[in-house]
């Protein structure tokens, strides 16, 4: 029913936004002409279609059978967007973000806190739209992830209709339009964009973006009205707030007063976009501050490439979702940064620049294209700088959501090229046709199943970097992500096995080390945590290696092979202060256990030699000396450390043993009543004794 509903008011929609371009005079069929300077004026016709003039109100009534149907093939893309995504509400939260943004951000579940959300960032992001969105989906649905699933796909359903509109804006031609909004709404390269939430904020600012370059075309076809431009401010500042990509909003401005043959260094065309570009410079620049602890060591990232190296990583993702887009294979969530990895770079990222060199050919050598391709490469290229990695970043360089709105760029010169073939009978025979057709179904289809099969990879994390992991098995980012899922889920064992998988990879790094030996030590697999320690003691000789290195044979009940270890924390490695306290105590109860009492009273003179004021000895100290008969060195400890640490439950309760031993009971009971006030239950056992 709800689909039924929505697909009317689609078609209502669109049949009044017809009947207004209609009442408008505004063109709606592709004058290819206008970019082929070779063909102006070859014949009448084609002079007669000149974009210089516009179509007469009566000739729009008699453009062929597109325009009838145009609102039904529109329902029916919105239509098959809806039915391809709906699996995805059966989808769950993905773990880390989505949990520190949605589901355990009490914030978002209630109205009253909107203020607050345009007065602080979130998980390093500011994003006041984006938030309140995530309050809508908790109103609705609370913690149901089908709920936020559900709002997504309708997001995106929204954007698959603005890009129509965008596209048939600047093509004036239906069934471009069509063919654009078609391949944006199957591609699977969208997937990452709506079925992960933390992935909502470039649903709405994508919205929003192309909401601001419907009005700013309104802008320049319709006399320049300062209602259109003062929409387009306010539809990129919702962008903004939903996401700070939105800053290359004034390229993408630029590129289309290009396309419409604006002088660009015009007074008027700079004054009009400057408060763009002031509004793009804050976005840009609380986005740096923002995220600028996932920033890497640059001294250790320049020291990892070469100079060649540093050129490929930074243009990569320009050509690499382009290469996506018509090779959408290995997409995956998330992609590796080569820096996660201690191999060097793939031959695949030396073949990517060669891309920008084919394009750069393309528009030099094609006359017929060159206005067109370039005003895509230009739209492109001024959405997809936010992408670029001009700071090494944590873990990743690219992502598929980086690609969403850049995407209108790709899919408006697919539209072109059918509609510039459509138009020039001589290339668009019946061979023609049907090559096309059936090109571009093959791709459409392909695009479906893999969008549908891609949907089910993020059900959870660990279908999600599973998925990942598959297809760079080289690379620990995936590795770790899955790590954590296992983790999040409770399965030690798999997070363990996960764990090894990165070690093999990051070998000199110790990190992957220290993260498998604490999993091995939490489930009890004291033998293996050896091993890695060992391993880790080799690559980083630290004092906390070696002090988790003592800890795991003390759990071994390996008493000299500690006490060894602790004696190269203290003599090699020269910790501080509290580390040699801690040390030495743990050295002094190892002795009292192996009965080595005077060792024991060593260690303590040795500590208290070099640090009178530590209190925390002269228990073990004053054990070793009652073991050894000499009570009252024994009791003068205790009495010592009760005064400086008045609330030692232990000491009190060791101090009234002696004193009944020794036959002072009075004294003992008054010693086992300040233990039980400190909440000894041994100290109400041995209270019995005073009755």
């Known amino acids: 029913m709800f689909l039924e509903y929505f697909t009317v008011d689609m078609t209502l929609l669109f049949q009044n ?64 967007t809806v039915c391809l995504y709906r699996d995805s509400l059966q989808n769950d939260f993905v773990k880390g973000d989505d949990y520190n943004i949605v589901v355990n951000n009490a914030d ?27 309050t809508i989906d908790y109103a609705f649905s609370g913690e149901n992830p089908a709920g936020y699933h559900f709002f997504s796909i309708l997001y995106h359903v929204i954007n ?55 009005a700013y075309i309104y802008y320049l076809t319709k006399g320049f009205r300062s209602k259109y431009i003062v929409i387009t401010f306010g539809l990129f500042v919702l962008s903004g707030l939903s996401k700070a990509s939105a800053f290359t909003f004034p390229l993408a401005l630029v590129a289309l007063d290009w396309y419409y043959r604006r002088k660009l260094f015009s007074r008027h065309i700079i004054l009009e976009k400057i408060p763009f570009f002031l509004g793009a410079l804050a976005l840009g620049l609380s986005s740096i501050v923002l995220r600028a602890d996932h920033i890497v060591s640059m001294e250790s990232y320049f020291s990892h490439y070469s100079g060649i190296d540093h050129f490929v990583i930074l243009i990569y993702p320009l050509t690499f979702y382009l290469a996506k887009f018509f090779v959408p294979f290995k997409l995956a969530f998330p992609y590796p940064h080569p820096f996660t990895s201690e191999l060097p770079l793939s031959w695949d990222y030396y073949l990517y620049p060669f891309i920008i060199v084919i394009l750069a050919v393309l528009i030099w050598r094609c006359t017929t294209i060159r206005r067109p391709l370039l005003f895509a490469v230009l739209f492109y290229f001024a959405m997809i700088v936010s992408a670029l990695r001009l700071t090494p970043m944590v873990g990743t360089i690219a992502a598929d959501r980086y690609f969403y709105v850049a995407m209108v ?104 080390l220290a993260t498998q030996f604490n999993l091995m030590v939490s489930a009890g697999r004291y033998t293996d945590a050896l091993q890695s320690i060992n391993r880790l003691v080799v690559l980083a000789p630290t004092v906390e290696s070696y002090w988790n290195k003592a800890h795991v044979h003390q759990l071994l009940n390996q008493p000299d092979s500690t006490i060894a270890t602790l004696n190269i924390i203290t003599e090699v490695l020269q910790p501080d202060r509290a580390v040699y306290i ?48 000499n009570t009252d060195a024994a009791l003068t400890d205790l009495n010592t450390l009760v005064k400086y640490e008045p609330t030692n439950m232990l000491a009190w309760l060791n101090a009234g043993k002696i004193y009944f031993q020794v036959g002072r009971l009075s004294d003992a009971c008054q010693y086992w009543e300040k233990a039980k006030s400190y909440g000894s239950t041994e100290a109400v056992e041995w209270l019995k004794n005073c009755r």
């Not at 579940?109 to 969105?133: D, G, L």
């Not at 050295?587 to 192996?594: F, L, P, R, T």
Request: hydrophobic share 45%; aromatic share 14%; glycine share 6%.
């Open 160 to 214: 698959v209709a603005l890009v129509y509109i965008l596209v048939y804006l600047l093509l004036s031609n239906v069934w471009g339009a069509v063919i654009a909004a078609l391949l944006f709404a199957i591609h699977p390269i969208n997937v990452e964009t709506v079925c992960w939430l933390t992935g909502r904020g470039d649903l709405l600012y994508g919205g929003f973006y192309f909401g601001g370059l419907i």
């Open 409 to 512: 760029a790709v899919v408006f010169f697919i539209g072109w090229a059918f509609v510039y073939l459509s138009e020039h009978k001589h290339l668009w025979n019946k061979r023609a046709c049907t090559t096309f057709l059936v090109v571009f179904a093959g791709f459409a289809i392909t695009m479906t199943v893999m969008t549908y099969e891609r949907i089910k990879v993020f059900k959870n994390a660990i279908t999600l970097f599973g998925d990942a992991h598959e297809k760079y098995p080289y690379h620990a980012t995936p590795l770790q992500e899955l790590m954590g899922g296992y983790l999040f889920i409770g399965d030690i064992a798999g997070a363990i096995k996960t764990s090894e998988k990165i070690t093999t990879i990051l070998t000199q790094n110790p990190e992957p």
């Open 108 to 134: 978002i579940r209630s109205f009253a806190n909107v203020p607050k959300f345009f007065t602080q960032p979130y998980h390093f992001m500011y994003c006041p739209v984006k938030m309140i969105s995530h």
């Open 17 to 80: 936004f017809y009947v207004h371009l209609q009442k408008n005079k505004v063109v709606i069929y592709m004058k290819t002409n206008q970019y082929d300077k070779k063909h102006k004026n070859k014949t009448p016709k084609q002079k007669t279609q000149s974009s210089v003039k516009k179509i007469p109100v009566k000739q729009i009534e008699k453009i062929p059978p597109a325009n009838k149907y145009k609102n039904y093939v529109l329902a029916g893309v919105l239509l098959l």
């Open 582 to 629: 801690a040390v030495m105590n743990m050295k002094a109860e190892i002795y009292n256990n192996q009965q080595l009492f005077v060792e024991a009273v060593a260690t303590a003179d040795t500590l208290l030699a070099c640090y009178p004021d530590t209190y925390s000895i002269l228990m073990n100290r004053s054990e070793a000396l009652l073991s050894m008969g």
